[in-house]
């Protein structure tokens, strides 16, 4: 479950934890070593650190767990991480450097490219690098072509993004497919469900606390029994399943704002600047005025008119939503299109939630300049009319003031291209699996666990994102809850074919461990950005400051020129280079405000268009600032107020910067907040449904066995009292041997109706002896006489299998399918063209398994005399009653065909492989890497006649990727099905996805479809949307020798209903129906048509037989040339 820390390292711990996480890293065991970092967190100066070794070790197992994820969002969020992890110590910076570059190739961002620019120099500067080390030679050679690299894509706007196909990050993508494959197993769970009491589905919903206690010991021991009481004693003393976890302090939250505000606190996912430099967007009353309203420009001079002599009727207008209808309002288009613009971008500003107060402060300014003009004070405005508070104001100005306005908002930069949108993606995917939709009570005794109730109304469609625990009475929690349905089994086996992998107790802090901790980083990447950008905006400020007093030495100078003679006065530019020697003399303990005036007084003496902060030395700056002394007054106020405009502009804009910054830095502490969350129902609920599956089998077992002694019971005793009335007088005169033969014969007897009840289940026709040596009607007979005599409706209670007499529906059915395989399987050309080329075979020397009547059928289709009438269901007929002794008649439609495959086999001869061999014939080679332990264990080649997917299977995944071709689907769903590596042979059970090669392409490629037969219209058509009619077999299957091997689907088995079969087959240039005893046809149309087809009548593809059509560079003889036996083969 949940080891704490360890403490055992003593008065050397520091150390040991460091040679212990750097050895976990060098053996690859990349979780074990960020589990020791989290232990090694220090808490130095109020804040939480890592010593700065760590910082690198991290940095590279980020790095490095990086280039290993095929997940491109999980990719980007790992370096993105690694990078503040460099940048704790200047010393390996050159690191950072390199991370940022390929995040600015990953993203194609200049953003990334321009900080790998920065760090890159910066390293450069400060490292000095030995000519004898080639390892710091080739550092110093990277930082150089990343300085070389990242400036001419910023120069040359080039950014270069990689691209990875979208079904790399399928993996992380959950599809619900059929879980149990046991479906004779499942079925009887759910006949038997059917068949429990209203009560008896109740009571099973209660799961016992004693007993989930007693099979948790019995199957993981101690250690699991400890993990399931920690997770019971959380949820009896919280109230709750959910909790989010703070894995570096290991406390528990159960609210997300309080872990939150732990880690803004704590660990350092906040910064808090002086609050006269904090940024801050506009508040939400504010912003509801934005959208509201027309945005009319207004009759400026009409309304400073009505404000100077109607005051009081003013003060009386009716505003909604800050807007009013009664100002006065003017017909002007310019002024009305350019007011849609600002309200569009400020719109747009408050969606990004970038729309800052002092940009908002900034453009209420205008309308007080802009009335002041007509003589309206400015306090009328803010206090009286309290027009300032309402962007209405704005309505008032003209032209020139919003293009004004308007060339400010066109500067904002709306979209920060910090690629923190993958993060969330990334986490998403993840917390997802997190997400539970049973809701889980307990009584008040805590003796029972109590599932959901919505498990016995039918499937439950929204997750309870609370897990709140509430406590009720068991005996009434059920009561007015009415079983429907037995959707509870569906739940039951859902991941049932994953139990063996399932593993108890699992480690909480292990959990999203890498990701989490990545994204911590992120924040303090995040943080270390703001930290600068608000290092700036103090910078510009107080270079502000410093025009401030250099405006305020010229106006107090031009006061003072008032009062003395012309020959006594200075001009401005003299009095501030004398004020920059003043200040070098009285300011020694601000240097920073020094230089800044200095550099501020040489940009305005300059006439410089922009603030410059590149300070040398003070001789250099005086130098320059004495050089332009004798400039005039003009110039001088001219340049103080073009700069004061500039560095206005300058922190407003880097208002809106500061505030898209903190939104990456929210969305990403809301990723962590989320990755940090888990629920204990998630981590119980895989065992409650395995703890169930066992419990309910155990009770259908035990019905069962009743039910079967029943039956035996009855059975012994009509056949005791058969017996008794036979035996007559004989049995009166032969007392005792008569009491030893029935005792023999009641053994023997059980023992047949034992094994007589297994076959039944089984779908199997037991033959006697006897029965072997009489005729198939005879045996027919028998088969109805014994059913009559055996207690049919006893078995039928027990089993609940068909009677009799519906195996006519079982031989029609399989009539229908035995038709449509055939007509699918002759439609194929290269079929068709081997018949008739080998057509020679059919009368040599053919092994008796193969049914003469199939020999007669291929003779008349090789001979064209297949289209003669009633000659078609003449040879049918033959062959159904050739095939009935051999094969069961309740065969599926994938049965049929491998029997027909089967025999195939038998066309053959000492020269050349079988026909089946050459056309049909898939060789499968699994490959399996494991992700754990590395091994890469050789597994045989397998042979089969095609491949099986699940229908579910194929619409979900089309439904989940949308535009994804049809053989793409397939490589997904079965790479879904995972290999476990064998414990057995060395590995270490971990669950790998399994990739698969072929050796040979054949020249027909089958695909079997499963489908559930409760699917609706909506379902089939969406099913058969996802097939395609031509599919690149080399998309299928990897390290193909060569590329596009196509093949296109030529015929298809399809059912219709129960017991009724279809062929869909291409013909002469189109699709047409084939149905069952018939030579006609009905035209479908195109393929469009056939997807129509089949979800509008109800038609369900079930085996799909595509041929190949196109073979690069003419390998057709290479790639079907290879000689294997092949026995006893099915689909795969």
Same mark, same amino acid.
């Given at each position: 479950?949940?080891?704490?820390?360890?403490?055992?390292?003593?008065?050397?711990?520091?150390?040991?934890?460091?040679?212990?996480?750097?050895?976990?890293?060098?053996?690859?065991?990349?979780?074990?070593?960020?589990?020791?970092?989290?232990?090694?967190?220090?808490?130095?100066?109020?804040?939480?650190?890592?010593?700065?070794?760590?910082?690198?070790?991290?940095?590279?197992?980020?790095?490095?767990?990086?280039?290993?994820?095929?997940?491109?969002?999980?990719?980007?969020?790992?370096?993105?991480?690694?990078?503040?992890?460099?940048?704790?110590?200047?010393?390996?910076?050159?690191?950072?450097?390199?991370?940022?570059?390929?995040?600015?190739?990953?993203?194609?961002?200049?953003?990334?490219?321009?900080?790998?620019?920065?760090?890159?120099?910066?390293?450069?500067?400060?490292?000095?690098?030995?000519?004898?080390?080639?390892?710091?030679?080739?550092?110093?050679?990277?930082?150089?072509?990343?300085?070389?690299?990242?400036?001419?894509?910023?120069?040359?706007?080039?950014?270069?993004?990689?691209?990875?196909?979208?079904?790399?990050?399928?993996?992380?993508?959950?599809?619900?497919?059929?879980?149990?494959?046991?479906?004779?197993?499942?079925?009887?769970?759910?006949?038997?469900?059917?068949?429990?009491?209203?009560?008896?589905?109740?009571?099973?919903?209660?799961?016992?606390?004693?007993?989930?206690?007693?099979?948790?010991?019995?199957?993981?021991?101690?250690?699991?029994?400890?993990?399931?009481?920690?997770?019971?004693?959380?949820?009896?003393?919280?109230?709750?399943?959910?909790?989010?976890?703070?894995?570096?302090?290991?406390?528990?939250?159960?609210?997300?704002?309080?872990?939150?505000?732990?880690?803004?606190?704590?660990?350092?996912?906040?910064?808090?600047?002086?609050?006269?430099?904090?940024?801050?967007?506009?508040?939400?009353?504010?912003?509801?005025?934005?959208? #509201?309203?027309? !945005?009319?420009?207004?009759?400026? %001079? *009409? &309304?400073? +008119?009505?404000?100077? $002599?109607? /005051?009081?009727?003013?003060?009386?207008?009716?505003? #909604?939503?800050? !807007?009013?209808?009664?100002?006065? %309002? *003017? &017909?002007? +288009?310019?002024?009305? $299109?350019? /007011?849609?613009?600002?309200?569009?971008?400020?719109?747009?500003?408050?969606?990004?939630?970038?729309?800052?107060?002092?940009?908002?402060?900034?453009?209420?300014?205008?309308?007080?300049?802009?009335?002041?003009?007509?003589?309206?004070?400015?306090?009328?405005?803010?206090?009286?009319?309290?027009?300032?508070?309402?962007?209405?104001?704005?309505?008032?100005?003209?032209?020139?003031?919003?293009?004004?306005?308007?060339?400010?908002?066109?500067?904002?930069?709306?979209?920060?291209?910090?690629?923190?949108?993958?993060?969330?993606?990334?986490?998403?995917?993840?917390?997802?699996?997190?997400?539970?939709?049973?809701?889980?009570?307990?009584?008040?005794?805590?003796?029972?666990?109590?599932?959901?109730?919505?498990?016995?109304?039918?499937?439950?469609?929204?997750?309870?994102?609370?897990?709140?625990?509430?406590?009720?009475?068991?005996?009434?929690?059920?009561?007015?809850?009415?079983?429907?349905?037995?959707?509870?089994?569906?739940?039951?086996?859902?991941?049932?074919?994953?139990?063996?992998?399932?593993?108890?107790?699992?480690?909480?802090?292990?959990?999203?461990?890498?990701?989490?901790?990545?994204?911590?980083?992120?924040?303090?990447?995040?943080?270390?950005?703001?930290?600068?950008?608000?290092?700036?905006?103090?910078?510009?400020?107080?270079?502000?400051?410093?025009?401030?007093?250099?405006?305020?030495?010229?106006?107090?100078?031009?006061?003072?020129?008032?009062?003395?003679?012309?020959?006594?006065?200075?001009?401005?530019?003299?009095?501030?280079?004398?004020?920059?020697?003043?200040?070098?003399?009285?300011?020694?303990?601000?240097?920073?405000?020094?230089?800044?005036?200095?550099?501020?007084?040489?940009?305005?003496?300059?006439?410089?268009?922009?603030?410059?902060?590149?300070?040398?030395?003070?001789?250099?700056?005086?130098?320059?600032?004495?050089?332009?002394?004798?400039?005039?007054?003009?110039?001088?106020?001219?340049?103080?107020?073009?700069?004061?405009?500039?560095?206005?502009?300058?922190?407003?804009?880097?208002?809106?910067?500061?505030?898209?910054?903190?939104?990456?830095?929210?969305?990403?502490?809301?990723?962590?907040?989320?990755?940090?969350?888990?629920?204990?129902?998630?981590?119980?609920?895989?065992?409650?449904?395995?703890?169930?599956?066992?419990?309910?089998?155990?009770?259908?077992?035990?019905?069962?066995?009743?039910?079967?002694?029943?039956?035996?019971?009855?059975?012994?005793?009509?056949?005791?009292?058969?017996?008794?009335?036979?035996?007559?007088?004989?049995?009166?005169?032969?007392?005792?041997?008569?009491?030893?033969?029935?005792?023999?014969?009641?053994?023997?007897?059980?023992?047949?109706?034992?094994?007589?009840?297994?076959?039944?289940?089984?779908?199997?026709?037991?033959?006697?002896?006897?029965?072997?040596?009489?005729?198939?009607?005879?045996?027919?007979?028998?088969?109805?006489?014994?059913?009559?005599?055996?207690?049919?409706?006893?078995?039928?209670?027990?089993?609940?299998?068909?009677?009799?007499?519906?195996?006519?529906?079982?031989?029609?059915?399989?009539?229908?399918?035995?038709?449509?395989?055939?007509?699918?399987?002759?439609?194929?050309?290269?079929?068709?063209?081997?018949?008739?080329?080998?057509?020679?075979?059919?009368?040599?020397?053919?092994?008796?398994?193969?049914?003469?009547?199939?020999?007669?059928?291929?003779?008349?289709?090789?001979?064209?005399?297949?289209?003669?009438?009633?000659?078609?269901?003449?040879?049918?007929?033959?062959?159904?009653?050739?095939?009935?002794?051999?094969?069961?008649?309740?065969?599926?439609?994938?049965?049929?065909?491998?029997?027909?495959?089967?025999?195939?086999?038998?066309?053959?001869?000492?020269?050349?492989?079988?026909?089946?061999?050459?056309?049909?014939?898939?060789?499968?080679?699994?490959?399996?890497?494991?992700?754990?332990?590395?091994?890469?264990?050789?597994?045989?080649?397998?042979?089969?006649?095609?491949?099986?997917?699940?229908?579910?299977?194929?619409?979900?995944?089309?439904?989940?990727?949308?535009?994804?071709?049809?053989?793409?689907?397939?490589?997904?769903?079965?790479?879904?099905?995972?290999?476990?590596?064998?414990?057995?042979?060395?590995?270490?059970?971990?669950?790998?996805?399994?990739?698969?090669?072929?050796?040979?392409?054949?020249?027909?490629?089958?695909?079997?479809?499963?489908?559930?037969?409760?699917?609706?219209?909506?379902?089939?058509?969406?099913?058969?949307?996802?097939?395609?009619?031509?599919?690149?077999?080399?998309?299928?299957?990897?390290?193909?020798?060569?590329?596009?091997?196509?093949?296109?689907?030529?015929?298809?088995?399809?059912?219709?209903?129960?017991?009724?079969?279809?062929?869909?087959?291409?013909?002469?240039?189109?699709?047409?129906?084939?149905?069952?005893?018939?030579?006609?046809?009905?035209?479908?149309?195109?393929?469009?048509?056939?997807?129509?087809?089949?979800?509008?009548?109800?038609?369900?593809?079930?085996?799909?037989?595509?041929?190949?059509?196109?073979?690069?560079?003419?390998?057709?003889?290479?790639?079907?040339?290879?000689?294997?036996?092949?026995?006893?083969?099915?689909?795969?």
């Amino acid at each position: 479950m949940e080891s704490s820390p360890t403490h055992f390292f003593g008065d050397n711990g520091d150390a040991e934890k460091h040679k212990l996480a750097w050895r976990y890293y060098e053996q690859g065991d990349h979780m074990k070593a960020l589990e020791v970092i989290e232990d090694s967190v220090l808490k130095i100066g109020g804040k939480l650190k890592l010593p700065s070794d760590l910082y690198f070790l991290q940095g590279d197992i980020f790095m490095a767990l990086a280039k290993k994820s095929e997940n491109s969002d999980l990719k980007f969020s790992l370096m993105l991480g690694s990078v503040e992890c460099y940048l704790e110590d200047y010393m390996v910076q050159a690191f950072a450097a390199i991370s940022l570059f390929h995040l600015g190739e990953h993203l194609g961002s200049a953003l990334y490219y321009k900080k790998a620019l920065r760090v890159a120099k910066k390293s450069l500067s400060l490292m000095s690098f030995d000519p004898s080390k080639s390892d710091q030679l080739i550092t110093k050679r990277t930082l150089e072509g990343i300085v070389e690299k990242a400036g001419f894509r910023i120069l040359h706007g080039l950014t270069v993004k990689s691209s990875e196909p979208k079904l790399r990050g399928s993996k992380e993508i959950r599809i619900k497919i059929r879980s149990d494959l046991h479906t004779i197993a499942a079925n009887e769970l759910r006949r038997y469900w059917a068949g429990m009491s209203a009560e008896s589905k109740r009571n099973f919903m209660k799961v016992s606390t004693v007993d989930l206690r007693s099979y948790v010991k019995r199957e993981y021991g101690r250690e699991g029994l400890d993990a399931l009481e920690q997770v019971l004693d959380s949820a009896w003393i919280n109230r709750k399943w959910k909790f989010w976890m703070c894995r570096t302090c290991s406390q528990k939250f159960f609210y997300p704002k309080k872990f939150k505000n732990h880690l803004e606190q704590v660990h350092g996912a906040k910064y808090k600047p002086p609050r006269e430099d904090l940024a801050q967007s506009v508040d939400k009353v504010w912003a509801g005025r934005i959208s #509201v309203a027309d !945005w009319e420009p207004v009759d400026a %001079l *009409a &309304a400073a +008119e009505m404000i100077k $002599n109607r /005051l009081e009727f003013v003060k009386e207008f009716v505003y #909604v939503s800050g !807007w009013s209808k009664d100002w006065p %309002l *003017a &017909a002007d +288009e310019e002024r009305r $299109n350019l /007011l849609k613009e600002i309200q569009s971008l400020l719109v747009s500003f408050l969606e990004r939630k970038i729309l800052s107060c002092s940009i908002r402060d900034w453009m209420m300014q205008f309308p007080v300049k802009h009335l002041a003009q007509f003589e309206v004070p400015e306090h009328t405005l803010t206090t009286e009319c309290r027009l300032v508070e309402t962007p209405q104001s704005i309505c008032f100005l003209e032209c020139h003031e919003l293009n004004q306005i308007l060339d400010l908002l066109k500067r904002i930069k709306c979209v920060r291209d910090d690629g923190t949108e993958l993060v969330s993606k990334a986490t998403d995917s993840l917390w997802r699996h997190t997400q539970v939709k049973e809701k889980i009570d307990i009584d008040h005794e805590f003796s029972f666990i109590l599932l959901d109730k919505r498990l016995l109304r039918g499937k439950i469609a929204s997750f309870d994102d609370e897990g709140s625990i509430d406590v009720c009475d068991h005996n009434v929690h059920y009561a007015k809850t009415h079983p429907q349905g037995d959707d509870i089994i569906t739940w039951l086996l859902e991941d049932y074919s994953l139990r063996e992998s399932f593993g108890f107790p699992r480690s909480i802090r292990a959990h999203n461990l890498d990701i989490r901790m990545a994204v911590l980083r992120a924040i303090h990447f995040t943080r270390r950005t703001l930290v600068a950008r608000y290092a700036k905006k103090w910078q510009i400020l107080c270079y502000d400051v410093c025009l401030n007093k250099a405006k305020n030495l010229c106006i107090q100078e031009g006061e003072r020129r008032m009062n003395v003679p012309e020959d006594q006065r200075n001009i401005y530019a003299s009095l501030l280079c004398d004020s920059c020697e003043e200040q070098l003399t009285i300011d020694v303990e601000d240097p920073l405000f020094t230089e800044l005036f200095l550099c501020a007084v040489r940009d305005v003496l300059d006439g410089a268009s922009h603030p410059t902060f590149d300070f040398t030395t003070a001789e250099d700056c005086l130098k320059l600032i004495h050089g332009h002394k004798n400039i005039s007054d003009d110039i001088v106020l001219k340049s103080i107020d073009h700069l004061k405009s500039v560095v206005t502009n300058k922190v407003l804009l880097a208002d809106s910067k500061i505030l898209l910054i903190e939104n990456s830095r929210i969305n990403l502490l809301n990723d962590l907040v989320r990755l940090s969350v888990f629920d204990y129902r998630s981590y119980i609920l895989p065992l409650l449904k395995r703890f169930l599956r066992e419990e309910l089998d155990v009770i259908v077992d035990m019905d069962a066995k009743a039910k079967l002694a029943a039956v035996q019971e009855e059975l012994l005793s009509k056949e005791k009292k058969e017996k008794e009335k036979k035996s007559g007088s004989r049995k009166k005169k032969h007392k005792s041997n008569k009491r030893t033969s029935t005792s023999m014969l009641s053994h023997l007897d059980q023992d047949d109706i034992y094994e007589s009840s297994i076959n039944i289940e089984l779908g199997v026709t037991l033959k006697t002896k006897e029965e072997d040596s009489m005729e198939p009607e005879e045996r027919g007979r028998l088969k109805t006489s014994s059913n009559t005599n055996n207690q049919e409706e006893a078995i039928k209670d027990f089993k609940n299998m068909p009677r009799k007499d519906l195996l006519s529906e079982d031989a029609t059915r399989y009539r229908s399918s035995l038709d449509m395989t055939l007509k699918a399987l002759l439609n194929i050309k290269v079929l068709q063209e081997d018949l008739v080329h080998n057509r020679q075979s059919f009368h040599g020397n053919l092994e008796e398994q193969v049914p003469y009547a199939l020999q007669n059928l291929f003779s008349a289709f090789v001979s064209e005399q297949i289209a003669e009438e009633g000659l078609y269901s003449y040879l049918l007929s033959n062959l159904l009653a050739s095939l009935e002794g051999v094969h069961s008649m309740s065969s599926d439609a994938a049965e049929v065909v491998v029997a027909i495959l089967e025999f195939f086999h038998c066309w053959k001869s000492p020269e050349r492989e079988s026909l089946v061999t050459r056309l049909f014939m898939l060789e499968e080679y699994e490959r399996m890497s494991c992700k754990k332990c590395k091994r890469k264990p050789n597994y045989p080649e397998q042979s089969s006649y095609g491949i099986v997917m699940a229908a579910n299977s194929i619409r979900n995944l089309k439904c989940a990727f949308g535009n994804i071709k049809f053989e793409d689907i397939l490589k997904v769903g079965r790479m879904k099905d995972g290999m476990m590596c064998d414990v057995k042979t060395g590995g270490c059970g971990e669950i790998n996805f399994v990739h698969r090669t072929i050796s040979r392409c054949p020249p027909i490629f089958t695909i079997v479809l499963e489908w559930e037969k409760n699917e609706t219209e909506k379902e089939i058509s969406e099913t058969t949307k996802a097939l395609d009619w031509e599919i690149d077999i080399s998309r299928l299957y990897e390290v193909l020798e060569e590329p596009n091997i196509k093949y296109r689907l030529v015929s298809m088995i399809c059912c219709v209903e129960e017991g009724e079969y279809i062929c869909v087959a291409y013909k002469k240039n189109r699709w047409v129906s084939l149905r069952h005893e018939t030579l006609a046809e009905e035209v479908v149309g195109n393929w469009k048509n056939v997807v129509r087809f089949c979800g509008e009548r109800n038609v369900r593809p079930e085996i799909l037989f595509y041929e190949a059509f196109q073979w690069p560079n003419n390998k057709w003889q290479k790639l079907i040339s290879r000689e294997n036996q092949y026995e006893n083969l099915s689909f795969m």
